[in-house]
């Protein structure tokens, strides 16, 4: 298990008024639920904290402010903007980030709809359009073989294991990406997306962002899009019969590893995996 030091308000109060002290006087509140990666304290009207919870994230800050302004001016939806980068001090072990506020709420299924699937679409295509430089790099799908096969038998009693591993076997046994490789987001599901006036408005967090296969990204036509409307995602994107099925594996992958990991202390993680399992498996 991954170390989790303990994080609380006062901490982040400290951290902040001690590196960055031209933003003591914002009031600081705490984002609850914020992700399984960070905690995340909103910090005035146009500000966030943004600490690691476990060794997992650690590196998110300083990739971030690598990355995000090169990504920015190219892409048609709203993406984090980092500020700064705060270092380890009283005892919280990694560096931290303060980003700029991004108005919207988190997406539903509701936002289900075929001007999703075409802002999805169209968002990815401009990613992967960037040219990916030095830095950047995939984990091959295979690297999840054994987690992804002890998810499925753990959770055999909620789902149809034989199903589920018809499913990864394919997955793994598509032709692999032989086309150069392209920028991905690592992360795209739906609990990365924000939107407002019910509409698609930014992607946030970039800690999985790497150059490869694109597959890893299709996971969001499972998370939120549903099969009345993937077909018009898959055709704006043009994806190929393989890459579909690397793009199902790696939903079952994370889908699966996050009902084993929270369903059991956390609804909300647990409707969002089963409903997403269940939409990997209809494909």
Same mark, same amino acid.
């Given at each position: 298990?991954s170390?989790?030091?303990?994080?609380?308000p006062?901490l982040?109060?400290?951290l902040?008024?001690?590196?960055?002290p031209?933003?003591a006087d914002?009031?600081?509140? *705490?984002?609850?639920?914020?992700?399984?990666?960070? +905690?995340? %304290?909103?910090?005035? $009207?146009a500000?966030?904290v943004r600490? =690691?919870? %476990?060794d997992?994230a650690?590196?998110?800050?300083?990739?971030?402010?690598?990355?995000l302004?090169?990504?920015?001016?190219?892409?048609?939806?709203?993406i984090p903007?980092?500020?700064?980068v705060?270092?380890?001090?009283?005892?919280?072990?990694? $560096?931290?980030?303060?980003?700029?506020?991004l $108005?919207?709420?988190v997406?539903?299924t509701?936002?289900?709809? =075929?001007e999703?699937?075409l /802002?999805l679409?169209d @968002?990815?295509?401009?990613?992967?359009s960037?040219?990916?430089?030095?830095?950047?790099?995939? /984990?091959p799908?295979?690297?999840?073989d054994?987690s992804?096969?002890?998810?499925?038998?753990?959770?055999?009693?909620?789902?149809?294991?034989?199903?589920l591993?018809?499913?990864?076997?394919a997955?793994?046994?598509?032709?692999?990406?032989?086309?150069?490789?392209?920028?991905?987001?690592g992360? @795209?599901?739906?609990?990365n997306?924000?939107t407002?006036?019910?509409?698609l408005?930014? +992607?946030?967090?970039?800690?999985?962002?790497g150059?490869?296969d694109?597959? =890893?990204d299709?996971?969001i036509? @499972?998370? *939120?899009?549903?099969?009345r409307?993937? $077909?018009i995602?898959?055709?704006r *994107?043009? +994806?190929?019969?393989?890459?579909?099925?690397r793009g199902?594996?790696?939903?079952?992958?994370?889908?699966?590893?996050?009902? +084993?990991s929270?369903? %059991?202390?956390?609804?909300?993680? /647990?409707?969002?995996?089963?409903r997403?399992?269940?939409?990997? *498996?209809?494909?």
């Amino acid at each position: 298990m991954s170390y989790r030091p303990p994080i609380d308000p006062a901490l982040v109060r400290k951290l902040v008024d001690t590196q960055f002290p031209q933003w003591a006087d914002l009031p600081l509140t *705490l984002l609850d639920p914020a992700g399984s990666d960070h +905690v995340i %304290h909103r910090l005035g $009207p146009a500000l966030t904290v943004r600490l =690691p919870r %476990h060794d997992g994230a650690i590196g998110q800050a300083t990739k971030d402010l690598t990355w995000l302004p090169r990504l920015a001016p190219h892409l048609p939806l709203a993406i984090p903007a980092p500020v700064a980068v705060g270092t380890p001090d009283l005892g919280y072990p990694w $560096p931290w980030a303060v980003t700029r506020w991004l $108005p919207g709420e988190v997406a539903t299924t509701t936002s289900d709809t =075929p001007e999703t699937a075409l /802002a999805l679409a169209d @968002f990815l295509l401009a990613l992967q359009s960037i040219p990916p430089s030095t830095g950047l790099n995939s /984990a091959p799908l295979a690297a999840r073989d054994e987690s992804c096969r002890a998810d499925i038998a753990a959770a055999a009693a909620t789902f149809d294991a034989a199903a589920l591993t018809d499913v990864w076997n394919a997955a793994l046994s598509a032709p692999a990406w032989t086309r150069p490789p392209v920028l991905f987001h690592g992360d @795209f599901h739906i609990g990365n997306l924000l939107t407002e006036n019910g509409h698609l408005s930014a +992607v946030i967090d970039f800690g999985g962002l790497g150059a490869g296969d694109p597959a =890893p990204d299709l996971t969001i036509a @499972f998370t *939120l899009l549903s099969a009345r409307t993937r $077909p018009i995602f898959r055709d704006r *994107l043009d +994806v190929d019969d393989a890459t579909w099925a690397r793009g199902r594996g790696w939903s079952l992958a994370g889908g699966i590893n996050a009902f +084993v990991s929270y369903a %059991h202390t956390n609804p909300r993680i /647990a409707a969002a995996t089963t409903r997403q399992i269940a939409e990997t *498996l209809l494909g």
